[in-house]
């Protein structure tokens, strides 16, 4: 390979404003407007990296998304681990260092290792280090393993934006097809956001020719620029469309290079155009990966954009038309150009300049830093200090296969293409197969209507062509054939999984590792499909293709963190009436992610204050703010049916103004949250989730309403930032009530336990439901978040004439304790289902179905030695068990845990400790004594059912 840069020519470079910047350790000279990868190639370097497994010397192979080879770090002010050189702009200063490499990609030490191949085939990790103890070479290998290094230094330049946006269509990609695509909707008055990952619009157009109603390319791509941009349109340069998730939302990721971090854009449009383009795929041959062996159409970039010319003796191997074009050009600016065409019949004219040798391929390569010639099939010898190579075009349908689209192979087009339609999402250009410019504006203009339009362009120039003629790895070649570049995945490495019986593509994958690389197999996996359709005597379509999965591109985690950083990662949630708490002297600690009052007293001994504020409570009347518990409103006319659905019991047999207390358990039937749930009328419920679990309550029902249920079905509304709650709780709290005026009558006969009613305060609509959370008689009131602090001031100054106190969540642990009430996540861990909880009748009597119940059949649910929850008393006069100390038991001389202490506090009403725990088979062994062992102490408890306060429930109607 003998690059250098042309003295005049390179519409991307900007020749006033040269650059330097330093690859490996040598300066690297540039201009304004390259590439990493041009300006490498412009200075004449081959070797930018090393293959994963065997350190190979790697080359530029591409131009842009598609290359597999040149992996750099970039250092300087911002610190950026495996970029690619083809995608990453020069800079001057920039320090650039090759991956996988010690200490650079020309001199590399590993490089060693390709001679140990044969022992260190596919899937060799699987098999070999096994002896004598796998842990002697793995911190050795695991040294040698992964892609670039993390700079231990590395700061933060700020926080990513990200923004979410609506318009009528999406246009991925600025190439010609989206271009017209994007003119044409815009000229029919819809709003357009158009997007690509290139720094200027024009795909192809930038360095392959055009003529476009009459005019250059290039004035009909600053032409239609110009009417976007004066329409109002968005347009969104080196931005790539990353990914297309449920419901057409479609993540872009904006690259602003030295500037402010990437923005990430969540686009919901009407309608979404893919015009993303293809990307060329590479021949087999052996030796095929050395350096100066890259993509014709890349070459072509780098001629026209950079004025880069990639060698001087150059081969060009094709099986299609395209290779034509870069042939000639090549010649024009001087190279001595040798065609090599794998066809023998209907091929272009011969170019000028050019020497054509048709009907022959390539059989192998030769060089060892860099390709000094190829040998053909007829033995024939050719030199060379460059080739380039164009086995086809495969359409990038990535976006389109995420939405899930169906792709269908084409024999004339070697590839696969996009079958049936897919809501709201058409293809057009290159990604649906169009060869020739007539092609991409009949597509274009058909891409958001579905028929001809006056108004698309028209090509007026010469017409690409495609007469393409497979050529795909074949079995049993001999010689080194590469089909992954990045990942050393051989065609010898496809024949041996395939004698191994991993035939399935997913199993290929992941047996070889083909495709798994940064570059997600753009260039390999098509290749690899057909060896392996070649291997087991299939087609390529009934071989399949592997799961299109998002990111298409690397995106960076920032992008995704967003804001979502420091204390804004998990923002602290605050109570509508958080001010009024702390004027009263609260001591605020975050609970579930809320700040809430611990206990009232300021300064006082904490456990003091809460001691007396849970003993006061229990005699008189307590004052708590439960604004936090969950608020969701679940409705439409299959309200009922969705709520039998998530919850453990049945709902559904629920009257409207009554509440029931239930669970919602994960598919795996373990206990996700409880709660009660109130059903205000036929087609309207509230659930009234945990605190903590509010957000993932939230998600779960509309999850579940989207996967079940139609908008039309169930509506969720999550209200419980709206609304604060307000909880009147003790033997006087029905007495305190009377003293204001609700507008509704508190007689237990109207009212009674586990029951909703509805009245007013100051005018303001309240709703007041009767449950406890402390086993006495309770009341919570909801009203207006931001109308609740006069309620919640005459609540107190009522309440001085029965002398009620104000408790924070401290003291209301100590009072759910000592009912054997649970707090999930701490009174339950990742495997506690609802039988283990003492709630068994829905298991054994419900016959409908819900969230988790096959679950709660399988063996594991079934053990007799299951723990389960109990209360736990130590001897008159012991301290309260330490929370998360192990029930224990001795076997065979070895101490084995049977349980451990979920809850555990001194009662000030019983005067002794209470705790909870889950401990093996214990609901069978109340009154049974055990062991309880805590950082080496060990205790005596005695198993007990978990309610020790007032079994019967008297002080609920008291």
């Known amino acids: 390979m003998t ?117 260190i085939p596919a899937a060799f990790y699987y098999k070999t280090f096994m002896w004598p103890d796998w842990h002697r070479f793995e911190l050795r290998i695991r040294a040698m393993a992964g892609l670039g290094k993390v700079d231990a230094d590395w700061t933060s330049p700020g926080t990513a934006d990200q923004i979410n946006h609506h318009c009528d269509l999406l246009v991925v990609g600025a190439g010609p097809a989206g271009l017209a695509a994007a003119r044409l ?58 990914g297309i998730y449920d419901h057409n939302l479609v993540g872009l990721n904006q690259r602003h290079f030295e500037g402010p971090p990437d923005t990430l854009w969540r686009v919901r449009p009407r309608q979404i155009v893919l015009a993303t383009g293809a990307i060329e795929r590479p021949l ?32 060009v191997a094709t099986n299609n038309d395209s290779a034509y074009e870069v042939a000639v050009a090549l010649a024009e600016a001087g190279a001595e150009v040798t065609l090599v065409d794998i066809r023998r019949d209907g091929t272009p004219a011969t170019p000028a300049n050019v020497r054509l040798a048709t009907g022959r391929a390539l059989a192998s390569a030769s060089g060892r830093l860099r390709v000094d010639g190829v040998t053909l099939d007829d033995d024939t010898r050719l030199d060379a200090d460059c080739v380039l190579v164009s086995g086809g075009w495969t359409p990038t349908i990535h976006l389109f296969g995420q939405a899930k689209g169906k792709l269908a192979w084409s024999d004339a087009r070697a590839a696969f293409l996009p079958g049936d339609p897919v809501d709201g999402i058409a293809v057009a250009g290159a990604a649906a197969g169009a060869v020739s410019l007539s092609e991409v504006f009949a597509g274009a203009g058909k891409a958001f209507t579905g028929k001809d339009n006056a108004a698309t362009p028209r090509s007026t120039g010469p017409e690409a062509t495609d007469g393409i003629v497979a050529a795909w790895p074949m079995p049993g070649s001999k010689g080194r054939i590469w089909i992954d570049y990045q990942n050393d995945v051989t065609v010898k490495d496809v024949e041996l999984a395939a004698r191994e019986n991993f035939v399935s593509v997913e199993h290929l994958k992941r047996y070889t590792t083909l495709g798994m690389a940064t570059d997600q197999g753009k260039t390999s996996n098509l290749p690899g499909l057909a060896l392996m359709a070649g291997i087991t005597g299939r087609t390529v379509p009934e071989v399949g293709t592997t799961t299109y999965r998002p990111p298409f591109t690397p995106v960076p985690l920032a992008s995704f963190a967003g804001a979502r950083v420091g204390e804004l990662m998990a923002p602290v949630r605050r109570l509508p009436l958080e001010t009024v708490h702390r004027a009263n002297g609260a001591v605020f600690q975050e609970y579930g992610g809320w700040l809430r009052p611990a206990h009232y007293g300021g300064g006082a001994d904490a456990e003091r204050s809460t001691q007396e504020e849970a003993l006061r409570a229990r005699q008189s009347v307590a004052l708590f703010d439960g604004s936090t518990l969950g608020k969701i409103e679940v409705i439409g006319p299959q309200a009922a049916a969705f709520v039998d659905f998530l919850y453990y019991n049945t709902m559904s047999t629920l009257k409207p103004g009554r509440c029931r207390y239930g669970f919602m358990l994960s598919e795996n039937g373990v206990v996700f949250d409880d709660g009660v749930l109130v059903r205000l009328d036929e087609h309207r419920f509230v659930v009234s989730c945990s605190s903590s679990h509010v957000t993932a309550v939230h998600a779960r029902l509309e999850e579940w309403r989207q996967d079940r249920f139609g908008r039309d079905a169930v509506y969720i509304h999550n209200a419980t930032s709206d609304m604060a709650t307000l909880t009147v709780s003790g033997p006087n709290a029905r007495k305190l009530l009377e003293t204001l005026d609700l507008g509704l009558s508190l007689d237990d006969a109207d009212l009674p336990h586990m029951a909703v009613g509805h009245g007013t305060y100051a005018g303001d609509e309240i709703r007041i439901a009767r449950v406890s959370f402390t086993g006495d008689r309770s009341y919570e009131i909801s009203i207006r978040a931001d109308h609740a602090e006069p309620l919640w001031a005459q609540l107190r100054q009522a309440g001085q004439a029965f002398d009620a106190v104000v408790i924070g969540l401290e003291a209301l642990m100590i009072l759910r304790a000592e009912k054997g009430f649970i707090v999930i996540g701490k009174d339950t861990d990742g495997t506690t289902l609802p039988h283990d909880l003492g709630v068994d009748g829905p298991r054994a009597k419900r016959q409908s179905e819900f969230v988790g119940r096959r679950s709660l059949f399988t063996e594991e649910a079934s053990r007799d030695n299951r723990m389960q929850l109990v209360g736990l008393t130590v001897p008159q006069g012991e301290a309260p068990l330490p929370t998360g100390a192990h029930g224990i038991k001795r076997i065979d001389g070895r101490l084995r845990s049977q349980g451990f202490v979920t809850s555990s506090y001194q009662s000030p009403t019983l005067g002794r400790p209470v705790a909870l725990g889950l401990i093996e088979r214990g609901a069978a062994r109340h009154g049974e004594a055990i062991d309880i062992q805590n950082l080496g102490k060990i205790s005596k408890a005695t198993i007990t059912a978990p309610c020790a306060f007032d079994p019967a429930g008297d002080r609920l109607h008291a």
Do not use: C
Not at 8 to 33: K, L, M, Y
Not at 58 to 75: H, K, T
């Open 185 to 242: 909707a815009s000229g029919a008055g819809l709003t357009v956001t158009l997007v690509d990952d290139q720094q200027s619009p024009g795909g192809s157009l930038g360095h392959r020719a055009g003529e476009i109603d009459g005019k250059p390319a290039t004035a009909w791509i600053a032409e239609t620029v110009a009417a976007l941009a004066s329409a109002g349109q968005l347009i969104l340069p080196s931005t790539t469309a990353f």
């Open 284 to 315: 087999p041959f052996a030796n095929n990966d050395l350096p100066g062996i890259m993509s014709a159409d890349a070459a072509l970039v780098y001629l026209r954009r950079h004025a880069v010319l990639v060698g001087r003796r150059i081969v």
């Open 3 to 119: 690059a250098s840069r042309l003295a005049i020519g390179g519409s991307a470079i900007d020749r006033s404003r040269p650059i330097r910047f330093s690859f490996d350790g040598a300066t690297v000279h540039g201009f304004a407007g390259d590439t990493i990868a041009s300006a490498l190639l412009a200075g004449d370097v081959a070797v930018v990296g090393r293959s994963f497994k065997y350190h190979r010397p790697r080359g530029i192979w591409g131009a842009g998304v598609e290359e597999p080879n040149a992996l750099i770090d970039l250092g300087g002010p911002r610190v950026t681990p495996n970029t690619r050189a083809t995608t990453e702009p020069a800079r001057d200063g920039l320090v650039a260092k090759s991956v996988n490499a010690t200490p650079s990609a020309l001199a590399d030490r590993n490089a060693f290792l390709d001679r140990f191949a044969r022992f």
